[in-house]
Nanobody, 114 residues
Framework: QVQLVESGGGLVQPGGSLRLSCAAS????????MGWYRQAPGKRRELVAT???????NVADSVKGRFSISRANAKNTVYLQMNSLKPEDTAVYYC????????WGQGTQVTVSS
């Protein structure tokens, strides 16, 4: 069973950037499809981006052109680079690992505010 720990969240001004990291342990990282999801207060959890074991990516339309996902299998880590952040990007961001079932991290808060 894989374990996930997110880091890199925080407070940033509109237009700023953050990079989230998700470190995995306990299983063979390279076989998992990895993803980032987010949940804003009062809203449902939504997909932000995913990356397959082969490196194919899928990015939500709401963040396309601003966010990118990547993975470093040698480091058992997946990243979410977030640029041109907007107040509506404020949410708890969760890392997800998918291989026959879903595993979630504990989440990291991202707040975009001036």
């Amino acid at each position: 069973q894989v374990q996930l720990v997110e880091s890199g969240g925080g407070l940033v001004q509109p237009g700023g950037s953050l990079r989230l990291s998700c470190a995995a342990s306990g299983s063979i990282f390279s076989i998992y499809t990895m993803g980032w999801y987010r949940q804003a207060p009062g809203k449902r959890r939504e997909l932000v981006a995913t990356i397959t074991s082969g490196g194919s990516t899928n990015v939500a339309d709401s963040v396309k052109g601003r966010f990118s996902i990547s993975r470093a299998n040698a480091k058992n880590t997946v990243y979410l680079q977030m640029n041109s952040l907007k107040p509506e990007d404020t949410a708890v961001y969760y890392c997800n690992a998918r291989y026959r079932s879903d595993t979630w991290g504990q989440g990291t808060q991202v707040t975009v505010s001036s």
